[in-house]
Structures are given as C-alpha cells and as structure tokens.
C-alpha cells in the first residue's frame, strides 16, 4: 500500500515503514537501545530527503523512550537531579545542533556531515560492543577472571560546583554532566538520536554513575531532549513528517514489545554480538557510500517551494 | 449528445481565449517575452485556418494519502473553416508544474571521500515538464519556433538558468536534465499523441508520485511544415485533499501547533503501546 508523505511529498510504501519501524523497535526491545541510531540511515537508504529523517527520527525517539522512562519511573531508577542537569546541558546542545544543520544546509554539506557522524559513532559503538560482548563471553567461560572497581576518582572529580546527586550516589561537579548532556544534545539535533549509546557509556565511565540508574537517567533526558528537537526541527524548518513518523512509531512500539519479551528468552551475549554486527554493516554501507565514486556526480537540491 | 459538448466546447472557446491571458507563455516571467508570431492567436480580427478544440479528462488533480502518481487524459479535435491541406498535420502537447528554486551540486573527491564542491543555482525550474508529440521532435518542429515557445526540454530548461557561478554551466544543466528524466519528472514522449483522421487527438500524461501544489500549465500546440499554426493553453489543479492539506497546512502555518500535535502523538503512542501490552499479557 503506497502512501503520501505530506511534508516529505514522497511516495512510500506503508508497509516498509511499518516493517522498519518493526525491525528498530524489536532492536530496541532486545538489547535496550533507543533505535534512533538505526532508524535515521535506515531512511536515507529508502529515499527519505535527510533534512526529514532526522527531524521525523527524533520525533520517533520521543515516542520509544516516553515508555522506557515510564517503566523505569515506577521502579525508582531514575535520579532526577542529574537527569536534570544533563537535560539543561542538552537543550543547549539541541539548539546549538539545530543552528549548525541549518548552516550546513545552506552549504550544501548536511548529507556528508551527518553520514560522516554516523559511520564514526556507527564504527565506534560497533567496535566497542564487539569487544565488550566477546570479552563477557570469555568471562563467562572462564569466571575466575578479576572484577573491576565499582568507579575510580579520576580528573572529573576534581572540578569545582560539586552537587550531591543522592540516587546516584555522587557527590561531583555539574560541568561534566552538563558537557555531556550538550554534546548528546548537539548530536541529537544533527543525527535525529537520542543520543543513549553515548550518554550511557559517558554516564557509567566518565561520571561513574551506578549501572542500576543509568538507564533510567539517560532515557529521562532523551525523551526531553528529543521532544524539545522535535519542536525546533518541525518550528524553524518545517521537516517533521507526522505521517511518517505515525507509521515508524505503530511499527516501533509493536516491535519493542515482542522484542522485550524475546529478549528475556535468549542469551544476552550472543544477541549483543548480533547487534554489534549489524551496527557495523550499517556503518560500511554508510562509509562506503562516503568512499566509492557515487553513481551520479551531480546532486539536485529544493531550494525552497 | 456528442453534438451537443462540441457546440458546447465551441461556445467556451472565447472564453477560454480570455482567461489565457491569466499566465504568461513563457515560463519565465523575468524573460523580455518576443512578440506573438502573427499568424499566431491573432487578436479578434483574424482567425486561424486550424484551431483546437481541447478537453481534459479533469481539470484539477488531487493528492490524497494513498496518491501513487496519476495519469491526465488531454483530448480534443480541430476546428477548421476550410478543406485538410495538404501537409501532415502534428500535435504537440506540455504540461508543466510550477516551478522551484534549485541547487545543482557537483561532487569532487577531498581527502578520499565524496564532497559536494561546485554549485550552480537555478531560480527557477519547473518540478515536472512534459512534452508528448505525434511524432519525432526535431523532424516535426522547425527550431527556431522550438525557440520561440520553449516547447522542447533543452529550450524549456534554457528559460530558467539564472545568474551563475561556474563558469562552465552546461554540464550541471546536462546534469538536471538527465536525473530529472530519470525520476520521471521531466517527460519527453515523442509518440504520445495519437492522431486521429487529422482531427481528433488524444494524449496521455503520467505524472509522478512526487508532485508539488499548484497550477500546472498545460499548452498544445498544431504544427504544419515545422510551424505553430494555433496554440491553446489550459490550466490543471493540483492540490492536496484531506488530511494531506490540513498536515501541510499546519506544518507550514502553525508551525508550533503542528510540533506539539507531533510530540503528542508520539507520547500517547508510546505510553498507549506499553499499556495495551500489559493488559494483553494479565488477560
């Protein structure tokens, strides 16, 4: 069944978006990430002007993420305050992203820019989970392996503004809270994510916040953070596609939940080093795109209606 | 019946004469516009040996939420005083779409990846053209009245070039030319036009899923020996219908409404999904 898309004013198959959105939201689902990160590049690769995917996949983000906070809400893991912090790091940070799109827009160079984005966090996280599962299966095969320190005191406990955050367990400064917060805040308004693969291994590394919290906080921040681009995207350039984003998100929440209770049946490892994979062709396809002589040399780009 | 549409057709011509005025020939309203070819259109006094008699299957195209391209049926006849001369007779028919401000971009490697370089903007090319014709362009139409009416694509995309930065501009117009044929958006059919007796033609139009608002000139043109012997213009609608035009209209007007109507939907949609799944697995 084709279908209109009034703001992208393409024509799509429903079924596809539906399907994609199925796909990313069993992802999410089934190793707890968001899925923005998928669904964006997923989109270009189906013909979605780039400009609209990001836009339409934050509001997508909006909707994954309002269910996960509310679940970790009612089991009290979400710490507030620092949620709180990160939140005003990263509405800065979407602002300040929303700004630089539109200036690379009228460069002409938004497209390499966010693929460039994406093929190095695609590559990074990619890289990082590969390891980090392999690594946990060794562990597992082999249990009398050294334990890890629950956090170290490192430079970022050293700066001044130190704040107690009580759910968390901190007593730190509220500069790196509030700089990782900007920086998820910037690449959410540029690559249309929440920003969670990052802010998660920031949060537990960085900021040596307790595993039990992390998730909570971090999708606390996203759902704001991704809300509040949604509303900059849809104001200031018209980008939001609310049709498209309807048939991502049906797909989406349907998705997650079977992915959910799938994930409970399956081993942990192994799926990680799946998604782990699947990250990284997504990334080569990206890269490769970046790299091989494209198919035609010339672009066309609306300039405005 | 018949009779009567055509002597109903042949009533309106006067009055369709009239409303031509509405919208330039030329696409271009910024171009000085040459002066009507006199045996052309002529005012009152004189009328042409041939003239057209057309009928559109609709005057107006709406794009709903399941729209998926469309066709526009575009027939008529030819009306004519005096006997069939002796010359083949060609029928000509354009459609084009309002136009748009465009960026062509060039890609050059920097650093091993693919980066656009060179631009060249164009301030004005229409979304879709087509040009459906009973026979082969260049065989049929002497070019300097292919010049005269912009009938051809090259001539078409020729009244659009703006003020332009590279020096070199004819492969960036190759260039639009070539991906717009190949996304269906620029049309030339050189035996679209079925001929009838030297009187009766129809033609056929597809126009793409990706069509944008407006009005969409549609002129045809009689050619005998290479030369315009009448020109008719008539106009199409396109509009979005429905919950298409109120989530365009929205996104455009109110754009802060629309952006919070987004955010809502997602919410209810994502705490709505979560709560029907927990209903489902306590049943």
Not at chain 1, 112 to 137: D, H, K, N, P, W
Not at chain 1, 238 to 254: E, K, R
Request: hydrophobic letters at 50%.
């Amino acid at each position: 069944m084709q279908i209109f898309l009034p703001i992208a004013e393409v024509s799509v198959n429903a079924f596809i978006l539906i399907g994609l959105g199925g796909l990313v939201g069993l992802m999410s689902g089934l190793f707890g990430v968001g899925g923005g990160f998928l669904i964006t590049p997923l989109l270009f690769f189906i013909g979605i002007p780039p400009a609209i995917a990001v836009a339409t996949g934050a509001n997508q983000v909006v909707a994954s993420s309002v269910s996960g906070v509310l679940a970790h809400m009612k089991r009290r893991s979400v710490d507030f305050r620092m949620g709180g912090v990160l939140l005003a790091g990263g509405l800065v940070g979407s602002a300040l992203g929303v700004l630089v799109f539109n200036l690379l827009q009228q460069l002409g160079q938004v497209e390499l820019v966010v693929q460039l984005c994406y093929v190095v966090f695609l590559g990074l996280i990619g890289t990082m989970m590969l390891q980090e599962s392999i690594r946990a299966l060794r562990r597992a095969r082999n249990p009398a392996a050294p334990r890890r320190k629950l956090h170290d005191h490192m430079w970022v406990h050293r700066l001044p503004l130190k704040v107690k955050f009580r759910a968390s367990g901190l007593y730190i400064s509220v500069i790196p809270p509030l700089l990782v917060g900007l920086a998820v805040g910037v690449l959410a308004a540029i690559m249309g994510v929440g920003g969670g693969f990052i802010m998660v291994p920031a949060m537990i590394y960085l900021l040596g916040m307790p595993t039990k919290v992390v998730v909570g906080t971090s999708l606390f921040q996203i759902t704001f953070v991704t809300a509040f681009t949604t509303l900059m995207h849809a104001v200031s350039y018209n980008t939001v596609d609310v049709m498209l984003a309807v048939l991502l998100i049906v797909g989406g929440v349907v998705g997650a939940q079977i992915g959910t209770s799938l994930g409970a049946r399956l081993r942990a490892e192994q799926l990680r080093i799946l998604l782990a994979l699947l990250v990284l062709a997504v990334c080569g396809k990206l890269a490769l795109d970046l790299f091989l002589p494209p198919e035609d040399l010339y672009t066309i780009v609306v300039r405005a209606r | 019946m018949r009779r009567l549409a055509l002597i109903l057709a042949l009533a309106l011509a006067p009055a369709a004469l009239a409303q031509d005025e509405a919208f330039p020939l030329y696409p271009d309203p910024g171009l000085p516009r040459a002066p009507a070819p006199e045996n052309v259109t002529p005012p009152e006094a004189e009328q042409p040996a041939e003239q057209v008699v057309v009928g559109l299957s609709s005057d107006s195209v709406a794009i709903t939420a399941s729209f998926d391209g469309s066709e526009i049926l575009i027939y008529g006849a030819i009306r004519r005083e005096t006997p069939i001369p002796d010359t083949p007779l060609h029928v000509i028919v354009t459609v084009e779409a309002p136009s748009q401000a465009l960026t062509i971009w060039r890609k050059a490697r920097r650093a091993g990846i693919w980066v656009n370089t060179e631009r060249v903007d164009v301030g004005a090319v229409p979304s879709y053209y087509a040009v459906a014709s009973t026979g082969p362009l260049d065989q049929i139409l002497d070019p300097a009245w292919d010049a005269r009416y912009r009938i051809s694509l090259p001539q078409a995309m020729r009244a659009f070039e703006g003020a332009l930065e590279v020096r070199d501009t004819v492969p960036f117009t190759e260039a639009l030319l070539r991906l717009r044929e190949a996304e269906g958006r620029f049309l030339l059919d050189e035996s679209g036009v079925h001929l009838a007796e030297e009187t009766l033609f129809r033609a056929d139009i597809a126009l793409p899923a990706t069509l944008v608002e407006g009005e969409y000139k549609t002129r045809i043109f009689l050619v005998r020996e290479g030369q315009v012997i009448d020109v008719h213009r008539a106009p199409i609608m396109v509009r979005k219908i429905g919950l298409e035009r109120w989530l365009y209209r929205l996104a455009f007007d109110q754009p802060l409404l629309y952006g919070l109507m987004s955010l809502a939907v997602a919410v209810l949609a994502g705490w709505g999904a979560s709560a029907a799944f927990r209903k489902l697995r306590r049943a």
